[in-house]
């Protein structure tokens, strides 16, 4: 698949796991979000438009509070993400602005998708954040969203939530950076030998046999969570890449149609179909 039309992506949605953002289950790896700030915010002051969607919040939290397992009560896990998001915030505004970056913070429940009124309200505010040059950090609203029979306003995870961001402000590309290069054939985890996979155009039962679950303590997706975004971004013929976080800089390769991680996009035939439709 040639990758010369990732060069031409304007609005990018970036979106790094909690995996990515802590070393460990206590440590938070504060290089990574200083990388991930400086090429954030280079590609913003190279006229491209970023949004980034930032898990962690419990993560970083459990590390403030010196926790090493996810508390099993919800009004205890409200308030290790509150500190924890506080805490991510605050990391990411002094990265960013050794950069000369703004950024806003933006938190979201599933509200966004069940109320129009919330869904342009919150188009409204992330284009108005990028009209201003200012990047926006989103993650869930962990402190107040509920799972409750009746009234669920969590997302759970953040592959879901990029996926609707990225269509909320018609993202050309999203990019969905983990502690894995990209789908393998199997878990790399627990598979050595699994292949990575760089390239998918439909995701039919074989590829969604493929995946699996979450990789650590606090993450909650997995590669299943991954591929029902990737599955919403070639819906409206758009393209997702998963790949590594390692060093963020690989996103700098990536727009510039350099083979990295796993890409996903309807192939040209396909949209070509469509187009002539
Ligand atoms: N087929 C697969 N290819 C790659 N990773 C997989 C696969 N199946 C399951 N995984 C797991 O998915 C994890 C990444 O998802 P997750 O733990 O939610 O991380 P993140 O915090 O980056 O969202 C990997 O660490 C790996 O353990
Ligand atoms: N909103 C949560 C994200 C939960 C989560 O684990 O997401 P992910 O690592 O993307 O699977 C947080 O900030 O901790």
Do not use: W
């Not at 460990?24 to 504060?30: H, K, L, Q």
């Not at 290089?31 to 898990?55: A, N, P, T, Y």
């Not at 390239?199 to 046999?209: A, C, K, M, P, Q």
């Amino acid at each position: 698949m040639n990758r010369d039309i990732l060069k031409d992506c304007k609005r990018v949605v970036i979106k790094i796991g909690t995996n990515s953002i802590m070393k460990s289950a206590t440590e938070v790896d504060y290089h990574k979000i200083d990388r991930l700030s400086f090429v954030c915010s280079s590609l913003q002051q190279q006229g491209k438009e970023v949004v980034l969607v930032s898990s962690g919040a419990v993560g970083v939290g459990a590390s403030t509070l010196n926790m090493e397992e996810y508390p099993s009560s919800v009004a205890e896990q409200q308030a290790l993400a509150s500190v924890g998001q506080s805490a991510l915030m605050s990391l990411y505004s002094r990265f960013f602005q050794h950069y000369e970056q703004y950024v806003g913070q933006i938190l979201m429940t599933t509200d966004i998708i069940n109320y129009p009124n919330s869904y342009n309200n919150c188009n409204i505010a992330i284009n108005s954040l990028l009209s201003k040059n200012i990047i926006p950090i989103i993650n869930e609203n962990d402190a107040v969203s509920v799972d409750e029979s009746g009234h669920c306003t969590k997302f759970g995870e953040n592959d879901t939530l990029a996926a609707v961001v990225a269509e909320l402000v018609e993202a050309d590309l999203l990019i969905i950076m983990s502690d894995v290069d990209g789908l393998y054939d199997s878990n790399p985890h627990t598979n050595p030998g699994a292949s990575l996979i760089s390239y998918v155009g439909e995701i039919d039962t074989d590829i969604l046999s493929m995946a699996g679950g979450a990789g650590s303590v606090f993450s909650t997706g997995g590669m299943e969570t991954k591929l029902k975004a990737a599955e919403k971004m070639m819906s409206i013929d758009k393209a997702m890449m998963i790949t590594s976080a390692e060093n963020p800089s690989i996103i700098f390769d990536i727009l510039n149609g350099k083979e990295a991680g796993t890409l996903f996009r309807k192939n040209e035939a396909e949209l070509q179909i469509q187009g002539d439709e």
